[in-house]
């Protein structure tokens, strides 16, 4: 017989087998004893008590309710027809409710006899119902009816109910691995952290996920198990800073010279908020240590990023460094180009553009200045990441929008100096503060959370097709007043075709209800050449046009004060950050602004949800966590690779004192023992090392 450890092939166990284990393998990725013993209960069903039927809600699990049923019949013709049960308690009565197998059922329902009932409340008009319980009869003189634990339930596949391998046979087979290798588990977490922490060993909580004997075991169990996978996500996220920070020499900005301090006393228009003035401080603390900058700025929308990162470009130069700044789309290359320029003015600093569409010639002229370090800033696309364009001292490398980046385009901006320049990244999507520091959880963050001042919260408001009148009307008041409006209809990749057709419906109703010489439009979709958008666009910046409908092209950064009026079609099919991405175009000048969400008059459930959120709050972090919790981690850009989606227990919508706690105890951690060199740290080190050991394997195979 096989000597059982963790790793031993999954058919070895008892009561798997070749057969089983083949389907265990492709249905569930369960190959080793260990794979099972990972595969945790999803939910856990309550078979320690009765509910009461007064305190049943649709928020609850599948429940237990101990009662006698008071009516029976059947109901409805063909697809509706239903068997419908009244059952009492001293508390209420509520309703079961069979849609199939309603003969088989009815036999079973004895009037007047007490059962148990077992099921998930749901709430329907009003009332509260549970549809297909399971039932069966009380029965006084058995003491503990209906096995009185927390069951867990796994799940399971057609497949694999096939093999018997439903949620009873997954529980068996899990009580058969944890008999045969429960000793083999080892623990991960160093004896002061499960003190500190008040948590569970390993192989307790272990036991205690699949078993639990009661609840408090349970949640202490799962406490345990969440905090040790945020834990080690961010160790490794801040090995991995110290690494960098080790094997980087960071290039050292010591002086605030006649660039920065001109710019600030002449040419600074307005006073900086003080938001912007503590993330330069941060900036200018963090570039003088001689470790290289990888940083994060958050601020919402409007909230002046652009100025931040043109001081620390200021900053760059005056150290005898060069600089740069990525944006993801042309225009909006082209608007930070113009705004920097306007802002210090002629003379002050060299300054080029490049993208893909800037000319061989300006190119060529490009690339000279660049190596021979007269240029000071330059402002592009990804077109300045490629390999031709080569800097004589890139010190800092600013990326607008980061989210529209992949990880490689950053690195290539590494590459382009000798020693790597500071980089700052920047982004106008809120984080929910728990995501940020698991996706950007090596970058140092920085934030403005704050607006300029004289801002006017933008007013939002819903109206539904039919209230469109109201819309126009509000629109010709508006730019009667001067001021310009947008009008976005979405872009959706997998049905693009119905998309153009909303937008050219949009057009038309829009041209003839908003005519010429009275008014102007410009129009901008994605499938516009970028030299025929680019005129779309600048005659909408220069205020040549009154309307400009777009799709969501324009959602980036662009910047024009004088539009008040935002208004979005067929909003419900926006998801929340992108709405408040499109609102975030208008409230940048002095005027009042407004958003208009426009919907059809069905709404889900979620979009009812995004759309009030809109109309409640201004606040990005507030909509990002609302949008955390609608939509989970998963839809958030740039999920995908920081490891969050893999967490089978951790959520990090609703653990975030968890992450905080794991965190702040990784941060103290490396600041006494940088190496994990002392004896207490022995497991957090050998974590390092059994991983290399098997991405090395993994590497070979
Ligand atoms: P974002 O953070 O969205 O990139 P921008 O940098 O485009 O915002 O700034 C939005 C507008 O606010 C710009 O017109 C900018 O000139 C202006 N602005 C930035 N900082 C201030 C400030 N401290 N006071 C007044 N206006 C400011
Ligand atoms: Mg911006």
């Not at 057709?501 to 129009?523: Q, V």
Request: glycine share 6%.
């Amino acid at each position: 017989m096989a000597i059982h450890s963790l790793s031993t092939p999954i058919e070895y166990l008892k009561g798997v087998g070749p057969q089983r284990g083949d389907v265990l393998k492709k249905e569930l990725s369960v190959f080793t004893y260990q794979d099972l013993i990972n595969y945790y209960p999803f939910r856990y069903i309550d078979r320690t008590r009765f509910y009461k039927i007064r305190e049943l809600t649709p928020d609850l699990p599948a429940v237990q309710v101990l009662g006698r049923l008071v009516s029976k019949e059947i109901i409805g013709e063909k697809q509706s027809r239903r068997l419908l049960a009244r059952l009492r308690d001293d508390t209420g009565v509520i309703e079961l409710v069979w849609f199939q197998g309603v003969r088989w059922v009815e036999k079973m329902l004895q009037p007047n006899a007490v059962f148990i009932v077992f099921g998930k409340p749901n709430e329907f008009n009003g009332k509260i119902s549970i549809p297909h319980p399971e039932l069966e009869l009380y029965n006084p003189n058995l003491k503990k009816q209906g096995n009185p634990t927390l069951q867990p339930v796994y799940n399971s596949t057609e497949k694999l109910k096939q093999f018997s391998l439903d949620t009873k046979g997954i529980q068996k087979i899990q009580a058969a691995v944890l008999d045969a290798v429960i000793n083999e588990i080892e623990e991960t977490l160093p004896e002061y952290i499960l003190q500190k922490f008040k948590l569970i060993g390993r192989r307790e909580a272990i036991r205690y996920i699949h078993f639990p004997p009661d609840a408090g075991s349970l949640q202490a169990a799962v406490g345990r198990l969440k905090f040790e996978e945020l834990f080690f996500i961010q160790l490794k996220l801040l090995k991995n800073k110290l690494l960098r920070t080790q094997k980087f020499k960071g290039l050292v900005f010591d002086k605030v010279g006649d660039k920065f301090n001109t710019f600030y006393k002449d040419k600074l228009p307005f006073d900086l908020t003080n938001a912007q003035k503590r993330v330069l401080k941060e900036i200018r603390l963090d570039t003088q240590r001689g470790v290289q900058m990888n940083r994060l700025l958050q601020g919402d929308v409007g909230s002046g990023k652009t100025v931040v990162a043109l001081m620390c470009m200021l900053l760059a130069i005056d150290n005898g460094c060069q600089a740069c700044i990525m944006a993801p789309t042309e225009i909006l290359a082209q608007q930070h180009f113009m705004s920097i320029k306007n802002m210090v003015g002629d003379g002050f600093a060299t300054i080029a553009l490049l993208t893909g569409s800037t000319l061989k010639k300006e190119r060529k002229v490009i690339h000279e200045q660049l190596a021979n370090g007269t240029l000071n800033i330059l402002v592009g696309t990804h077109a300045l990441i490629e390999d031709s364009v080569q800097f004589s001292n890139l010190g800092l490398a600013v990326v607008d929008e980061q989210h529209r980046f992949g990880v490689e385009q950053r690195a290539k901006l590494w590459k382009k100096n000798s020693i790597p320049p500071h980089v700052l990244v920047m982004t106008a999507t809120p984080i929910p503060r728990t995501l940020s520091m698991t996706l950007y959880g090596d970058l140092d963050v920085s934030v403005i959370d704050e607006l300029p001042a004289g801002r006017k919260p933008i007013k939002t408001i819903h109206l539904f097709e039919s209230q469109r009148l109201r819309m126009f009307g509000f629109m010709k008041q508006e730019i009667a007043l001067g001021r310009q409006v947008y009008i976005v209809y979405p872009l959706i990749k997998e049905s693009e075709k119905l998309d153009l057709l909303y937008l050219e419906a949009g057009i038309e109703t829009i041209s003839r209800e908003f005519p010429l010489p009275d008014y102007r439009i410009s129009i901008v979709h994605g499938k516009l050449k970028p030299s025929e958008k680019d005129f779309e666009m600048q005659r909408f910046i220069k205020g040549e046009t009154q309307i400009m409908v777009a799709t969501t092209v324009i959602e980036v950064g662009v910047n024009v004060p004088n539009a008040s009026v935002m208004i979005i079609e067929n909003s419900e099919r926006f998801g929340l950050s992108q709405l408040h991405q499109l609102r975030g175009r208008v409230g940048r000048g002095a005027e009042q602004s407004y958003c208009i969400l426009m919907s059809g008059n069905k709404l889900s459930k979620e979009a009812k949800i995004r759309l009030e959120t809109m109309v409640k709050t201004n606040d990005g972090f507030e909509i990002s966590e609302i949008d955390l919790q609608l939509r989970g981690p998963g839809d958030i850009e740039g999920t995908r690779q920081s490891g969050v989606l893999d967490l089978k227990l951790a959520d990090l919508t609703h653990d975030q004192e968890i992450l905080q706690e794991a965190r702040s105890e990784v941060i103290r951690i490396f600041e006494t023992d940088p190496n994990l060199s002392s004896d207490e740290n022995r497991l957090l080190k050998q974590y390092f090392n059994k991983k290399e050991r098997s991405i090395s394997l993994h590497n070979i195979s």
